[in-house]
């Protein structure tokens, strides 16, 4: 896959995300929130943009949405559960769920 590939799938992950945390914060702003790991001025930012702005901001070559699971472990415990599948997405929201927020450092901070 070429480079020029890569690049506009980052960039159709990133307008899809942009969509998708516009329609959660739309509907419940707390509990979206809480799943993007977002605080309330991101959140009010991310409502607030218009869809040029979005497509600009989509057009990076940087993924937007960042990977939750900084830890292989916590990772292992996601996918080789061995619960009853029943269980099993409870067992796995009540582990992401326990993860702190932790804001993606500032420009300013140096």
């Known amino acids: 896959m070429s480079q020029t590939n890569f690049?506009?799938?980052?960039?159709?992950?990133n307008l899809a995300y942009l969509l998708l945390a516009q329609r959660l914060l739309d509907e419940d702003r707390e509990a979206a929130m809480f799943r993007?790991?977002?605080d309330s001025d991101v959140a009010e930012l991310i409502v607030?943009?218009?869809?040029?702005?979005?497509t600009k901001l989509a057009r990076t070559s940087q993924l937007l949405c960042r990977f939750s699971q900084t830890s292989a472990e916590r990772?292992?415990?996601l996918t080789d559960n061995p619960r009853d599948q029943g269980l099993a997405g409870l067992h796995a929201s009540l582990l992401l769920a326990?993860?702190?927020?932790?804001?993606?450092?500032s420009?300013?901070?140096k």
């Open 75 to 77: 990772l292992r415990q």
């Open 98 to 105: 326990s993860d702190t927020f932790e804001p993606m450092p």
């Open 48 to 54: 607030t943009l218009n869809a040029r702005q979005l």
């Open 36 to 38: 993007l790991k977002i």
């Open 107 to 109: 420009g300013g901070d």
């Open 7 to 13: 690049l506009d799938e980052i960039q159709e992950i």
